[in-house]
């Protein structure tokens, strides 16, 4: 006999460890994640050489993105959490003066987090500590491709509240869907669209809500009054950092007519300059790509451009491996693929625009909308495009930053997905809201209570009129309206009202 999908161990034991974590402080739970990123920072050779046998990334972008980041990210939630889930006071209208309002966050339950390959640390990471600060119990799915197996149990072994809370479940697609339809109380999915859109089609008819951070397209807008050597150089690397294996990646970098062709000569040096290797000491600046079927991705997108006339500068694979060398790509179209599909590693298409107009055209003709970055000294025109561009994130003068700051949420519109991870709005969404009205105990019987009568619409019509009324008398038309149905409230019901 088949067993419920309710009844899956791993959801019956993440159930019974939220259950227990409710009645627990904040404070307790702050400890510790507290001790939890003591452990990491005291263990980052070790973390750092265990994501780079899962993934083939330079142990510089290992130790930087991966380690500092989500060190950084527990430092600010463990400060920003007291305030964040703290009791909320809210404004109380005229009309129902003498009463409280709050607002509660309280934990969701179980919170299934499902995360890729990309960046198998950090995304699990900064889910499952808002999550646990939050008051919830986690089940994390990691990427069957960098399962980092034991390393997280590793961790939180010896802490007892995030021991319990904590379930890893390793396997492919099929145990993820097998999660989902146990129905767990939210689920947190990065990674590509297509899984997105699968994901959500399994849990829409469970009501399951879903955070999704999906694919992106970033674009870069360089305009002419930039400093050259800065701009390339945050080029290289918002293109190419992890061998261009992140979803805030520069997809489309758009530089302006007049400093194009410094641009693209500047950036092909650059480019030839970069060491490509594996297992690497710290000195190189690309590591490998993470699977075969994205190297395979990456190929059929440079064959493609350069079938429909498209110059190809660097790329190809290096014999044997999944080392890619870095490309950078001109004469590009819109028909081309690496102009419609998210590439997803170490490639650069460079293209022009004339004004701002086109600028913001060009960058918002994309399905995706997750980050992109402005470029010029002048900072009310880069702010003026920043606002027209249709992204759930801007740097300005910078690439990739906006991630940076744990304080700010992260996510993005359109096939980019939705909902927001990190900072106050990525905390909270960790929360369902409890809204709580507070009144006094007394034998005061409301206005807008039974009976109704003839007077009492009367007097409510006053009272509108006095409450949402303007001039100088409309507040003493409302006190008056407001003083008489009360008396009247406190009497029963007249043959003749």
Not at 30 to 52: K, N, S, T, Y
Not at 140 to 163: M, N, Q, R
Not at 210 to 233: H, P, Q
Not at 370 to 391: M, P, T
């Amino acid at each position: 006999m088949n067993m419920p999908l309710e009844m899956d161990p791993a959801l019956m034991h993440a159930r019974a460890a939220a259950d227990a974590l409710r009645a627990v402080p904040l404070r307790e739970r702050l400890d510790e994640l507290h001790q939890l990123m003591d452990r990491i920072r005291d263990r980052q050779e070790d973390i750092v050489a265990r994501i780079m046998a899962d993934t083939g990334k330079s142990r510089t972008d290992a130790l930087v993105s991966e380690i500092m980041g989500v060190l950084d990210y527990l430092h600010w939630l463990i400060k920003a959490a007291p305030g964040a889930l703290s009791e909320e006071k809210v404004a109380t209208p005229l009309a129902l003066m003498g009463k409280k309002s709050r607002v509660w966050y309280e934990p969701v339950g179980v919170v299934l987090v499902i995360t890729p390959w990309n960046y198998p640390f950090h995304i699990a990471m900064t889910a499952i500590a808002p999550a646990f600060a939050a008051g919830n119990a986690v089940i994390l799915k990691p990427s069957e491709h960098t399962p980092l197996a034991g390393l997280f149990e590793e961790l939180v072994d010896g802490l007892p509240l995030l021991s319990r809370a904590l379930r890893v479940e390793q396997g492919d697609g099929a145990r993820a869907e097998t999660l989902i339809a146990a129905r767990p109380d939210k689920i947190c999915f990065t990674g590509s669209t297509r899984t997105g859109q699968r994901i959500l089609a399994q849990a829409a008819p469970l009501l399951v809500p879903v955070e999704l951070e999906l694919g992106g397209k970033d674009a870069m807008l360089v305009f002419d009054d930039v400093n050259l050597s800065r701009t390339c150089a945050g080029a290289l690397w918002g293109a190419l950092t992890n061998a261009g294996q992140s979803c805030t990646a520069v997809e489309r970098l758009y530089v302006q007519d007049v400093i194009y062709d410094e641009v693209v000569a500047r950036l092909r040096a650059g480019i030839d300059a970069l060491v490509v290797n594996t297992g690497d000491d710290g000195d190189a600046d690309l590591g490998a790509m993470t699977t075969d079927f994205q190297c395979e991705i990456v190929e059929r997108h440079l064959a493609d451009a350069r079938a429909k006339g498209a110059t190809v500068h660097g790329g190809g694979r290096v014999a044997g491996t999944r080392l890619l060398r870095p490309a950078l790509v001109t004469g590009v179209t819109k028909d081309m693929l690496l102009m419609q599909e998210e590439t997803f590693g170490p490639v650069l298409p460079v293209l022009r625009f004339r004004d701002e107009q086109d600028a913001v055209a060009q960058a918002n003709d994309s399905v995706f909308g997750l980050s992109a970055s402005v470029w010029s000294k002048d900072i009310e025109r880069a702010r003026r495009v920043a606002a027209a561009l249709r992204v759930g994130a801007v740097s300005i003068n910078n690439v990739m930053l906006t991630e940076g700051n744990p304080a700010l949420p992260f996510g993005g519109t359109g096939q980019s997905g939705y909902g927001r991870v990190k900072g106050i709005e990525g905390l909270r969404a960790m929360t369902r809201s409890k809204a709580v009205l507070i009144d006094s105990q007394s034998k005061k019987i409301e206005a807008n209570w039974y009976p109704y009568t003839r007077a009492k619409y009367r007097l409510f019509g006053e009272l509108i009129g006095g409450l949402f009324g303007r001039g100088p008398g409309a507040l003493l038309r409302f006190a008056r309206a407001g003083l008489k149905l009360e008396s009247l409230a406190q009497k029963p019901r007249h043959p003749d009202a």
